[in-house]
């Protein structure tokens, strides 16, 4: 570089680093397509079964592609023990925080799979089961929300008590299902109205 003109030097700057940076993309999906070749060879062969085709190939292609991921910052001028900080740090911030709030975000996921799903409706009589053989939570629904589904108690002695049940105990439990329509008879003798699902 010392016979250049310095405009040539300095585009040499910017123009190696990214040259590397694509050779080493290009590589690992290289790489990927030829992993993707040999497993499908296997299972022609009938010495891979389908399924675990499937993730040997999802998991070799995250392996490579993660490994690109790391080697692009260093030949940009990144530190690989910076960078293995800085990963390591985030990671255990995020685990902390995903343990931390596990029962909220387990909670507003299923609240999206009641939505989605719709195992009942408000005005639906249920009962949360712990086992078929004893009575569990029973009443009819009067909210939906992020976190919990409240229920209004049909026990005896119980009218007009609200319960709050966490979304996530309808995909814990057995959930026993009353419509809106018809009559059915809840255990206890209560009158119900709706029909056995």
């Known amino acids: 570089m010392a016979g250049l003109p310095a405009w040539i030097a300095d585009w040499l700057l910017v123009v190696v680093p990214v040259a590397e940076v694509l050779v080493i993309l290009g590589v690992a999906w290289l790489m990927v397509r030829a992993l993707a070749w040999l497993l499908v060879q296997a299972r022609q062969r009938g010495r891979l079964a389908p399924e675990l085709h499937v993730g040997l ?40 925080a995903f343990f931390a709030a596990w029962s909220v975000l387990s909670n507003l996921f299923c609240s999206f799979l ?24 029973c009443g009819q629904v009067v909210d939906i929300n992020l976190i919990y589904t409240t229920l209004s108690d049909r026990g005896d002695g119980a009218r007009g008590c609200l319960l709050r049940v966490p979304n996530s105990l309808f995909f814990q439990r057995i959930t026993r299902h009353w419509g809106d329509s018809g009559y059915s008879q809840l255990p206890g003798s209560l009158p119900i109205k709706g029909k056995v699902r």
Do not use: C, H, Q
């Open 57 to 96: 190939r999802r998991g070799g292609a995250l392996l490579l592609y993660l490994a690109a991921t790391l080697l692009v910052p260093e030949r940009l001028g990144v530190s690989r023990s910076v960078l293995w900080t800085a990963l390591t740090g985030f990671m255990a911030v995020g685990a902390v």
């Open 114 to 137: 009641i939505v989605a799903t719709r195992p009942f409706r408000i005005n639906d009589t249920i009962e949360v089961l712990e086992s078929v053989d004893k009575p569990g939570l």
